[in-house]
């Protein structure tokens, strides 16, 4: 079985394009993924390539942009080929079958919900006076 689930930010927006012979979409973008551990005090992270096609791609160009964090699902992908020195390089990449986004994308008239209400510490402020609102006590 060849299945893969990852969690991360995309380091920059898809590119998107169109394959010569059958016209099918391809988006392609790089997910930032922390490793479970920590070096030398600083996070660690993993930059793999990703590669969406047709309406999974047409949906990476649309709504994915840099720095959103999502959840991919799909396999990895390996291939080859000569570059220009005659040498063959080899290449692994994701291939996404599925994407959901785990934040909302901030728009330019809205503040960034999560961004603001974060404390750093890896959970959500409360806001003041929430407590008259809530349904539970």
């Known amino acids: 079985m060849n299945k893969v689930i990852l969690i991360g930010r995309l380091t920059r927006d898809p590119e998107m394009r169109y394959s010569e012979n059958s016209n099918t979409a391809i988006a392609r973008y790089t997910l930032a993924v ?17 590669v969406a096609f047709n309406k999974t791609a047409e949906f990476a160009e649309k709504y ?17 080929y000569t570059n220009q020195q005659g040498q063959k390089v080899y290449t692994t990449e994701i291939a996404v079958e599925r994407q959901e ?5 901030a728009s330019n008239n809205q503040p960034d919900i999560d ?23």
């Open 101 to 105: 986004f785990l934040e909302k994308r």
């Open 34 to 50: 922390n490793r479970p551990f920590k070096q030398d005090g600083g996070q660690e992270a993993d930059f793999l390539p990703c």
């Open 64 to 80: 994915l942009v840099k720095g959103i964090r999502v959840c991919v699902e799909g396999r990895i992908q390996t291939g080859s």
């Open 115 to 137: 961004a603001a209400a974060n404390s750093g510490d890896g959970y959500l402020n409360i806001p003041d006076g929430i407590d008259e609102e809530l349904p539970f006590n």
